[in-house]
C-alpha cells in the first residue's frame, strides 16, 4: 500500500512539473499594452506588467542595462507570439551587467517590472513616446531551431495516420 501511494505521488509530481509554465508572470498584468501604457502613463505608471517581444537593441550602462523591445502579446507559456500583430515597444532597464551579445537584437525576451515613466526617441525617422519598465525578472527564450535541431525531448501523441516529407 505505502509503494501504491508513493507511485501516485511521483506521478502527480511529474504531471505537475511537465504542466509548469517556463516563465511565471504570477499577478503581473499581461493585459496592459506597451502603447497603452504610453498613451496614459498616468493610469500606467507603477503598474507591475508581463511584456514580451523581440530585442532590438541592447546597451550596458555603469548600473543597469536597457533594452529596446518590440512587443507582441504573450502565449500561455509567456511567451511572445511573433506571428501575432506587434503591441508597442518599450524600454527595459534591467539592474547591473547583462551580456549583450547573449541578449542581441532578434532575440526573444520575457520581462516582468513596474511602469516607471517615459521617454521619447524615434523610430527611423519617426519621433515616438517608450514606456520605460523597471525590469525586475526576465526571461531570454532559446532560439527557435525548428524540431529537427532541438535539443529538448519531445514526446507526441497521436491517433491516425502521420506523414512525413
Known sequence: MRRLHFIAAALTLMLLVACA?????????????PQAAAGNLGAA???VVAWGGS???????E?????EVLAFPL???NRP?????PTGRFIAVYPGFVETA???????ISVIGKIESTRTGTVGQARYVYPVLGASRMHLWPKDEGPASSTQPTIHFGIGIGVTR
Open 45 to 47: 505608471q507603477g503598474t
Open 81 to 85: 507570439q511573433r506571428g501575432a500583430t
Open 55 to 61: 530585442i532590438v537593441a541592447a546597451q550596458n550602462f
Open 21 to 33: 509554465t517556463p516563465f511565471d508572470v504570477g499577478t503581473a498584468n499581461r493585459t496592459l499594452t
Open 75 to 77: 502565449d500561455r507559456d
Open 63 to 67: 548600473n543597469s542595462t536597457e533594452f
Open 102 to 108: 547573449d541578449y542581441g537584437p532578434g532575440r526573444e
